[in-house]
């Protein structure tokens, strides 16, 4: 009688749970649109950016030789010597030169004038690629007249058309042509300071030349094919560099211009990622809610004979599957996101992007979607092992509470290292996806600690003297089976993520915003002789305007530290001072007293040297200090325009460079530089623009050398680029904020299964439908009022640690966008929660129990 | 005639909180094969929970059931799902079939769980056997409370069980329906010579039984 079970199921068809899953999934595709939703936003986001950022880095790859024009160029701000040239030369078949300054220029048919950047050419440069004009022959014709090519947004700027003149110091050159594209420069960069060329044969003639004047000369050069750029070509260019000469490649700017873009790309890779963790927890939540309304049918299942793998199995397929049918679902929406990015990027990437499909990201999105949804829909899914068949006759038996055991432990596990190496993976940064992952779990935990402190305290708090109504509605935070844990925990992510974008958005803008405020200098003129300076400043006063600074600029190179030259004090171990700190020029500015920009760190401030045999000791910026390696009493010998100047560094200051001042990294004190070669820098403030405009033809006509940035115009051209930086992010943050809507609504279904009851129950009860309605209120009040507010603690938290240690600007949260934010989650949990309680208020509790049960 | 189902010295007790329940008592009785037995009692005497002891839902706290000549005190929840999927059909008071699938589809669930060939035609036939031949495409809320207790007495024996446990089978219905339901599951009964325990508070109904148990604060009261 006590025999042992040999019953197997032998024909067990392994393509039933395929079918089952099927059939079942018919009447439950509603109920899993949520999930589908979760996971094609976050995968869309995700693959769209990747997408663009692997077409990015192919074009750059593809059009390296365009962005630079040439094989290779050398420049610096002294022209390259002949003997250094000639050694070049040997590697190459041709060579351009160009000349190129910040100068005004003035448009005589219309009196505009403007700070561009012109470019004085001689050659055929490009070699690849080509500066695009119209007419397209203008790019070569320019170089054999009196002509000139001029952007063609400064042309309309300034209702300027072919054959006028545009005045460059002294000569008036014929614009010939209006130039489109130059090699290697976004439409932002030249927006910032368009561009003039000119034929450099005509560059000594403009007057432009002078001493302190900062130019750069650079020569481009095509490599000979024959060219041997092995033993001699490495020395030529070591040797150049040694002297300061920058020596760019092909490749060092495809790595340069790859790394900016990189940086942006990884920016947005981060928000995706935000819309793809948002969209984890939307599937964790509606699968929880999916898994919930399948018990029942489990238990009867498993009445059948069907063991609890078999079920688990169902379930999973069909998970699967619809994780399958999101992803691709995002992958398609991902595909239309990186054919339109390069749309709306082209403004501030010199790079002509061609969106080609980048199957890789697809293939990765589609595997992903499948990992994330198996993953997560386990956690809600091993629930189902739990379920008794005897709940088949005993309703309210058990619930599918996920309940802490080795295996949701072990998933709950596998879940945090994949979150980890999808980080690894996006970031390229083992660390950094580590800590980021940290922060993840960090807050999860907090906002769980924060919902059961609630549910613990309303408990304890809750007055017996409120109304029926309320006392319903916040009891419903503690009852069994509340929400208020899964609730808080889900909404107040999904806040701090969508709060923390708004917050950092803030943030720029801030910085950016900072320099243009009322009373605030915002007209710098520079490259002022000396012998210009009283009549410079004389016309500054008559034009009414105020002188707030006049600044004398030495330039110089450093030679040595503590006697110690490039190479030396490089090859110290004890020093280690960085070859540029020995490469750049120097300008330099000398006074008796520090300005509100700076603060005094360490050491001491004396300001005058009175004795010409006394030490000099000067002061440095305390962050190139540190990056330099120097300290205080450490000793710097200078070159000043062929002197050698002996000095000690003697304080270390503190300087907000976000101030409109003219800042320097070396300050002199009086009584040392006062007879070096200088120019001026002239600092004022003009509110109108008439007067400005009015003001800067002046100058430009008294003083052609002496240039104007004009703050207000750069400010308008940042907040244009900043503008459309900003799209993109809000582009990619509307993925975001779509899962955070997702999440929301799941998690606050979950709720309504679990109020579903109750409120049937009240109803029979003799509640009347006003009522029922207060009581949902209520409790999604609370619920979405307490996740907003550890949503947005979190994310000022978080923006606050960011603002100080990578910004470092101190975060201020604008009240305002706090209490919107606030409201807007309150009231949307308020929202969408009555919405999705109306069907039990609706109809009759009988009808409800039907449908729903 | 041999015992298909053995119950001795049955106890079950359940923990509710730091309070222990004793739901039943030192149980024991036997069913033969092809006989029809009901337990019978108040709310609250035991009869769901040794309907479950008996058909291997739950797992005793002392004594043994045998189903079969199968133990089922040893056995792990999986070998306990195929001993209902091999020899065990139920049938529910609130019906419980499977929303999402149609009244063929919850009939076919057991014969393609042990992967039977030819299910849907088994199921078909059963079907028609109930009176359902036209409803089969039909999902369980687009039929009334009797069509769809006939459905599930047509899934209870399709696997061909050795013993059907119906809990209350005619609880959730009105009279007329009900008598026509309890009418159907004796024929089909018979038919199949399928031994039959029945749950009910319905005396009529268990007095149409060879053998009937009553239950009284979980101990035999007969």
């Not at chain 1, 509100?596 to 000791?617: M, R, Y």
């Not at chain 2, 009692?41 to 004594?63: E, F, M």
């Not at chain 2, 219905?173 to 018979?190: P, S």
């Amino acid at each position: 009688m006590d025999k042992k079970i040999t019953i197997q199921q032998e024909k067990y068809s392994r393509s039933w749970p395929l079918r089952m899953a099927w059939r079942d999934s018919r009447k439950s595709r509603g109920k899993l649109m949520l999930f589908i939703a979760s996971i094609s936003l976050g995968i869309a986001a995700l693959v769209g950016i990747t997408s663009f950022r692997e077409n990015l880095m192919d074009e750059i790859d593809d059009q390296a030789r365009s962005l630079l024009g040439a094989d290779f160029s050398v420049d610096d701000r002294t022209p390259l010597p002949d003997s250094l040239f000639n050694k070049f030369a040997k590697f190459s078949s041709l060579q351009s030169k160009e000349t190129s300054f910040s100068s005004m220029v003035l448009f005589p048919s219309t009196g505009g004038t403007r700070l561009v950047q012109v470019r004085a050419l001689e050659g055929d440069y490009p070699y690849y690629g080509s500066i695009e004009t119209d007419p397209p022959e203008a790019s070569k014709a320019f170089r054999q007249s009196q002509s000139a090519i001029v952007d063609e947004k400064l042309l309309l700027q300034y209702n300027a058309e072919l054959g006028d003149s545009v005045r460059v110091g002294n000569l008036a050159f014929e614009i010939v042509g209006e130039v489109k594209k130059i090699p290697g420069q976004s439409d932002v960069g030249t927006s910032v300071a368009p561009v003039v060329y000119i034929p450099r044969q005509f560059l000594e003639e403009t007057g432009l030349i002078k001493k302190g004047s900062r130019i750069r000369y650079t020569t481009y050069f095509q490599f000979d094919p024959e060219a041997d750029t092995t033993g001699q070509w490495s020395n030529t260019v070591e040797q150049s560099e040694s002297l300061g000469y920058d020596v760019d490649t092909i490749e060092e700017k495809k790595d340069d211009t790859g790394r900016a873009f990189r940086d942006l790309s990884s920016f947005l890779e981060l928000i995706a990622f935000t819309a793809l963790l948002l969209g984890c927890l939307g599937v964790a939540s509606s699968i929880y809610v999916y898994v919930k309304s399948k018990v029942p049918s489990v238990a009867v299942l498993r009445c059948l004979g069907m063991k609890a793998s078999q079920a688990i199995s169902i379930y999973l397929i069909q998970v699967a599957i619809f994780g399958l049918i999101g992803s691709v679902i995002g992958c398609i929406i991902g595909v239309v996101i990186h054919l339109y990015l390069p749309e709306i990027t082209k403004a501030f990437i010199p790079i002509d992007i061609t969106p080609v499909i980048y199957w890789p990201a697809i293939y990765v999105g589609v595997l992903l979607g499948i990992i994330i949804s198996v993953l997560f829909g386990l956690l809600s899914l091993v629930g189902l092992r739990k379920v008794s068949p005897l709940s088949a006759i005993r309703s309210g038996f058990e619930s599918t509470k996920i309940k802490w055991d080795k295996l949701v432990g072990l998933i709950g596990l596998t879940v945090v290292f994949f979150i980890y190496l999808a980080l690894w993976w996006q970031l390229s940064d083992a660390f950094f996806a580590l800590v980021y992952t940290g922060i993840l779990i960090g807050s999860i935990l907090l906002l769980f600690g924060i919902g059961k402190a609630l549910s613990w305290g309303m408990k304890r708090v809750l007055p017996s003297s409120l109304s029926f109504v309320w006392r319903q509605g916040m009891s419903n935070l503690y009852r069994p089976n509340n929400q208020t844990v899964v609730l808080v925990t889900t909404l107040g992510l999904s806040t701090a993520l969508l709060a923390m974008l708004y917050f950092m958005q803030d943030l720029l803008v801030q910085r950016v915003s900072m320099a243009g405020e009322n009373e605030r200098p915002n007209t710098v003129l520079f490259d002022i002789q000396s012998s210009q300076k009283e009549e410079l400043r004389q016309m500054t006063q008559d034009f009414d305007l105020p002188v707030m600074q006049d600044v004398p600029v030495v330039t110089m190179r450093l030679l040595e530290v503590n006697g110690k030259n490039k190479n030396e004090a490089w090859n110290d171990s004890t020093e280690r001072v960085p070859g540029w700190a020995f490469n750049r020029e120097y300008r330099v500015t000398y006074r008796d007293s520090l300005i509100t920009s700076e603060t005094l760190v360490k050491g001491n401030w004396n300001g005058q040297v009175s004795n010409p045999a006394d030490s000099i000791f000067i002061s440095l910026s305390e962050g190139y200090a540190e990056n330099m390696n120097v300290d205080i009493g450490d000793e710097l010998l200078f070159n000043v325009q062929g002197a050698l100047v002996k000095t000690y560094v003697g304080s270390l200051r503190d300087i907000d460079w976000r101030r409109v001042q003219t800042n320097f990294l070396v300050l002199f004190p009086e009584g040392v530089l006062e007879r070096a070669p200088q120019f001026h820098v002239l600092i004022t403030r003009i509110n109108r623009t008439d007067v400005s405009a009015r003001f800067q033809q002046a100058v430009v006509r008294q003083f052609p050398n002496v240039s104007i940035i004009d703050l207000e115009l750069i400010l308008k051209t940042l907040e244009e680029v900043l503008g459309k930086v900003a799209f993109v992010i809000q582009f990619m943050g509307l993925f975001s904020i779509g899962t955070g809507l997702v999440v929301m609504i799941s998690a606050i279904i979950l709720s309504r299964f679990q109020r579903m009851q109750e409120n049937v129950l009240l109803r029979t009860l003799g509640a009347a439908k006003n009522q029922l309605w207060k009581i949902i209120a209520a409790e999604y009040f609370f619920l979405g009022g307490l996740g907003a507010i550890a949503g947005l603690a979190l994310a000022m938290l978080f923006t606050s640690l960011l603002g100080t240690f990578v910004f470092e600007f101190t975060f201020i949260p604008n009240f305002l966008q706090v209490i919107a934010i606030f409201l807007v989650v309150t009231i949307s949990s308020v929202l969408v929660g009555l919405f999705n309680s109306r069907n039990i208020i609706r109809h009759s509790p009988l009808e409800v129990l039907r449908n729903e049960l | 005639m041999s015992s298909i189902l053995s119950v001795e010295q049955v106890s079950k007790i359940y923990q509710s909180g730091s309070r222990t329940v004793q739901v039943l008592d030192e149980i024991n009785f036997d069913v033969s094969e092809g006989k029809t037995m009901a337990i019978v009692g108040p709310s609250g005497s035991g009869k769901t929970t040794l309907l479950g002891l008996c058909a291997g839902l739950d797992h005793v706290s002392d004594g043994s059931v045998t189903l079969n000549n199968v133990l089922l005190n040893k056995l792990s929840e999986d070998e306990l799902a195929l001993v209902r999927n091999k020899y065990v059909g139920f049938v529910f008071q609130n019906f419980q079939l499977i929303p999402t699938l149609t009244a063929l589809e919850n009939v076919m669930v057991p014969l393609e769980l042990r992967g039977i060939d030819g299910a849907k035609g088994i199921s078909e036939d059963l079907l028609t056997r109930v009176g359902l031949e036209d409803r089969m495409d039909h999902y369980p809320t687009q039929l009334s409370g009797g069509e769809q207790q006939r459905v599930a007495i047509a899934r209870a024996f399709s696997n061909d069980p050795k013993i059907l446990f119906a809990d209350e089978p005619t609880g959730n219905l009105d009279e007329e329906t009900g008598k026509a339901v309890e009418d159907l599951l004796f024929e089909i009964n018979k038919e199949k010579g399928t031994t039959l325990v029945i749950v009910t508070h319905d005396i009529d109904l268990a007095n149409k039984t060879d053998q009937i148990i009553r239950l009284k604060g979980g101990k035999i009261a007969n």
